[in-house]
């Protein structure tokens, strides 16, 4: 199958500052790429849609000035938390959408973030 | 997308088959069933996907009943690193470009 890579896969960092977190899509190129949040023991929420070349589409509530999304390459895609905060701290995933008839997501490992 | 309703949690002996039950009665026509699973503190990993046909890939089978209005996972022998939480998705044609909208799932604990 289709491989994405994301990194860094931890992060601690002190609040204020910026941590930006890599997702690659490895073997494939994708014109589209989702950013999700999942809190402990909750399920996945889609955080924005990354498109190369263009802005991203953020979902309601989420603010586009503190998650910067920039997609510069078919095969990459960087999500920037600026001036983190400890209630950001999440297990941030992205995925990469293969092209076709019966085209399919496939999503990175994850990177665990930890603001102190 | 049409909304999809799991059991909480199912538990299966290993070396059994595990199935995986999945309702998703509004789904419309040109809906996909997607079944993904996230073992912990991993991603998500792809698993099948079907539109009205039964699928079989080399990790699982998907059965889809005639009116769509339900499918079930099949993993046919269920080992120890197959606890995960399963996911059920019906989603429009276009996984590249529509998000997945994932609900709570149904965590699976395979038992020795």
């Known amino acids: 199958g289709a491989v994405v890579s994301q990194h860094p896969s931890w992060v601690i960092c002190k609040s204020g500052t910026s941590v930006k977190i890599e997702c690659r899509s490895l073997d494939f190129q994708a014109t589209t790429m989702f950013w999700y949040r999942q809190f402990p023991k909750q399920s996945l929420m889609l955080m924005a849609t990354?498109?190369?070349?263009?802005?991203?589409?953020?979902e309601q509530g989420v603010e586009k000035d503190k998650f910067l999304i920039n997609h510069a390459s078919l095969t990459l895609s960087t999500l920037t938390v600026t001036s983190a905060h400890p209630e950001d701290s999440s297990f941030y995933i992205c995925?990469?959408?293969?092209?076709?008839?019966?085209?399919?997501?496939?999503f990175g490992p994850g990177t665990r973030l930890t603001v102190l | 997308d049409a909304k999809t309703t799991q059991p909480t949690s199912m538990d299966c002996a290993e070396g059994r088959a595990a199935n995986l039950p999945c309702n998703h009665s509004t789904i419309s026509g040109n809906e996909y069933v997607y079944w993904y699973r996230q073992i912990h503190s991993q991603g998500p990993q792809y698993i099948i996907h079907?539109?009205?046909n039964n699928e079989t890939n080399e990790m699982a089978s998907l059965i889809i009943t005639e009116d769509r209005k339900s499918s079930t996972l099949i993993l046919p022998h269920a080992t120890l690193r197959d606890t995960a939480v399963y996911y059920c998705i019906a989603t429009s044609g276009g996984t590249s470009y529509g998000k997945l909208t994932f609900g709570q799932g149904t965590i699976l604990t395979v038992h020795p």
């Open positions: 990354s498109n190369e070349g263009s802005k991203a589409t953020y």
């Open positions: 995925s990469a959408g293969t092209s076709g008839p019966t085209d399919t997501q496939y």
């Open positions: 079907g539109l009205k």
